[in-house]
């Protein structure tokens, strides 16, 4: 079983906190002629299409992409047998009735929408080109249509907020009537708008401890409104985890195609050019054969990120370890009550969610 990861790298515009591989496109034709080489690269995987069971388009912005150019994507994708989750990221201002029956013709199965706040000032200290109306417009045109996966991001910790704005947020989620979120708390990436006014003091970031007390909140508020906490930041309800996101926790091989996308297959991971004109000319920018001792590294860090932790006697016995004894660190978290251990799966306790990349950094 595989994953296909394709990257729209499209945007109407920036958002201050975003360091993905993105841009606005110049024209029309720009988009055009990135969907040209996207299909190249998409056929040089050809021999591993049959073990493809999940498909994910994320951005960028794939919902920028007109009717004409939505249909050209989405029909280079038509012939995959065996798909089990075919999701697309939306932007909730791009989406029209026309492209949502676009989605629904193409058998696209799960709808991600980046709402990140339904406050129009969070909204805008972000840089989103969206209104707490649209979130809504595009909710209903996608349920209207027969689409019942969906899952929303938001974003926590943004300079301005509080306890309150995190409720608030939450209470407009559970209106909403949706199985899947995913709450991220804001992270400040080099080269983006939003560290370059914190380097000239602009904003005071939120301070760890009060970090610490919103994701608390967010846990036990989710878990009071029947969302089991599957990822660290990952929440569902009625068995809508991502089988997708899952390829990557567990370590599983994937597909990556488009600008700056990387990929991990037949034991290498990769990572694709970011520029347009590099990747016309080569598609992979770097390669890494993963050896055992590091594919056992990464299994680790990916495992404790799951609520549900690792299945210690695998792990040994593939790796030819003995985990709790060659990582001592671990028995401590243990008797610490930052780890716990149930039917053989070492997983991350409630208090150990608050420190996991103290934890991670075993494996580093
Ligand atoms: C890859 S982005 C692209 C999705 C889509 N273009 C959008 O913006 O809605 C997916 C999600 O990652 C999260 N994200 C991106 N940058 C982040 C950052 N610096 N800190 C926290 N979350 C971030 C946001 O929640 C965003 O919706
Ligand atoms: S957050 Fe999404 S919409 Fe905003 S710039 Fe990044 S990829 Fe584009």
Known sequence: MRGLYIHIPFCKRICTYCDFTKRVPKDNLMIKEYLKYLKEELFSYEKYFSSIETIYIGGGTPTLLDETDLTILLDMLKDFKNIKEYSIEINPETLTLDKVKILKKYGINRCSIGVESFDDNTLK????????????????????????????????????????????????????????????????????????????????????????????????????????????????????????????????????????????????????????????????????????????????????????????????????????NDFSELKKYVNNGFLAIDNGYLHLTKKGLLIGNDIFELFI
């Open 125 to 324: 200290i972000l840089g989103r080109s969206h209104t707490k109306n649209d979130i809504y417009n595009a909710v209903k045109m996608l349920k209207d249509n027969g689409f019942t996966n969906i899952n929303i991001d938001l974003i926590f910790a943004v300079p301005g907020q509080n306890i309150s704005s995190i409720e608030n947020d939450l209470k407009e989620f559970y209106k909403l009537d949706i199985n899947h979120l995913s709450y991220y708390s804001l992270i400040l990436e080099e080269n983006t708008i939003l560290y370059h006014k914190y380097k000239h003091n602009l904003f005071k970031p939120i301070d760890n401890e009060i970090e610490a007390k919103m994701y608390e909140f967010i846990i036990n508020d989710l878990e009071k409104n029947d969302f089991k906490q599957y990822e660290i930041s990952n929440f569902s309800k009625n068995n809508s985890e991502s089988i997708h996101n899952k390829i990557y926790w567990e370590n599983k091989e994937y597909i990556g195609v488009g600008l700056g996308a990387s990929g991990y297959v037949d034991s290498t991971r990769y990572t694709n050019n970011n520029l347009l004109k590099e990747y016309y000319k080569k598609y992979r920018k770097t390669e890494e054969f993963i050896d055992k001792n590091t594919k056992f590294s990464e299994e680790m860090i990916l495992g404790l990120r799951m609520l549900k932790g690792i299945n210690i006697d695998f792990v040994n016995k593939k790796y030819d370890k003995d985990i709790l």
